[in-house]
């Protein structure tokens, strides 16, 4: 029997990477998407120190065209994708206030968009076969109204929903689609991700709020292959779900926004001091975020 064709996008950093190689380490041939091969070469070194190998193609997955030649050049190299999963993705801050609409726009283009032409680009020969799994990575962000990250909250809570309707569509064709959440994972979306474009200056304490539970979260930070582990049984398992809740904060803040009183949420944002801010955030979730 010959392996199970996997398509991993963003393949190049952080939770793609991670899945990329775990995946190949068990049986699976992986085609990594990135948007440079030249730029590739800690993917490449990792696999080999981890004795598998991983192929790569160029693909943007903001690009309608890229993503059709990127698919075609996949299918002409392997005859048939068995599973995908949509990782490639951006990360997006700022208030609703003072994000624009094509802010907003150009991060859905990624997260929301990109995830979708890749879905379409496979779902054609799943349905022909009567099999394949969709695995599309969201976040903790796609499930609370994440403070000051409107762009990325509106993406994946998205990705979320059209993920939702896809597995409804799909099942009757054998087709299995997974949610992965992930909360707070080592990558370096992280680093890139430090916008705080307060322009009028009256968000100082959300910014600062948004910062904080970020920085308790890169203290504790999950491992990217924890989240591998997670993409690869949601692909194989026997007894598959819908969403997996993942890594740092996730699973806490799903279980904790679910109990909520209908204004518990709102009342926590008008909490005027940092630490009772934290100390809610604690009581609701379960999660610290106090400073160090």
């Not at 996997?6 to 948007?35: F, K, P, Q």
């Not at 993705?89 to 609409?101: A, F, L, M, R």
């Not at 994946?156 to 099942?171: D, I, P, R, T």
Request: some cysteine.
């Amino acid at each position: 029997m010959s392996a199970p064709v996997t398509v991993v996008t963003g393949a190049n950093s952080g939770i793609g990477r991670a899945t990329a190689i775990h995946l190949a380490a068990n049986g699976h041939r992986v085609i990594g998407t990135v948007r440079s091969t030249a730029k590739a070469e800690k993917l490449l070194s990792m696999s080999a120190d981890a004795g598998v190998s991983i192929e790569l193609v160029e693909l943007d997955v903001a690009d309608g065209d890229s993503v059709r030649d990127g698919f075609a050049e996949i299918l002409s190299l392997t005859g048939q994708i068995n599973n995908l999963v949509n990782n490639a993705g951006v990360g997006g801050n700022g208030v609703v206030e003072e994000t624009s609409p094509k802010q907003f726009l150009d991060v859905m283009n990624v997260d929301l968009c990109g995830a979708v032409r890749c879905s379409q680009a496979v779902l054609p020969g799943m349905r022909a076969r009567g099999s394949g799994a969709i695995v599309n990575i969201t976040s903790v962000a796609g499930c609370f109204g994440a403070i000051a990250q409107a762009p990325y909250v509106a993406s994946k809570w998205a990705l979320e929903g059209v993920s939702e309707e896809l597995a409804l569509e799909v099942a009757p064709f054998g087709i299995r689609v997974a949610i992965v959440e992930p909360g707070v994972t080592k990558s370096a979306i992280f680093a890139k991700n430090t916008d705080a474009p307060n322009e009028s200056g009256a968000y100082d304490v959300q910014y600062g709020r948004m910062f904080g539970f970020y920085a308790a979260g890169i203290r504790q930070a999950t491992p990217a292959e924890e989240v591998a582990e997670v993409i690869l049984h949601a692909i194989e398992t026997d007894q598959p779900q819908l969403r997996y809740a993942v890594s740092w904060a996730s699973e806490g803040i799903i279980a904790g926004k679910a109990q909520m009183g209908p204004n518990d949420w709102a009342d926590l944002g008008a909490i005027p001091d940092d630490a009772g801010y934290a100390a809610r955030f604690r009581e609701l979730f379960g999660v610290d975020i106090s400073p160090e």
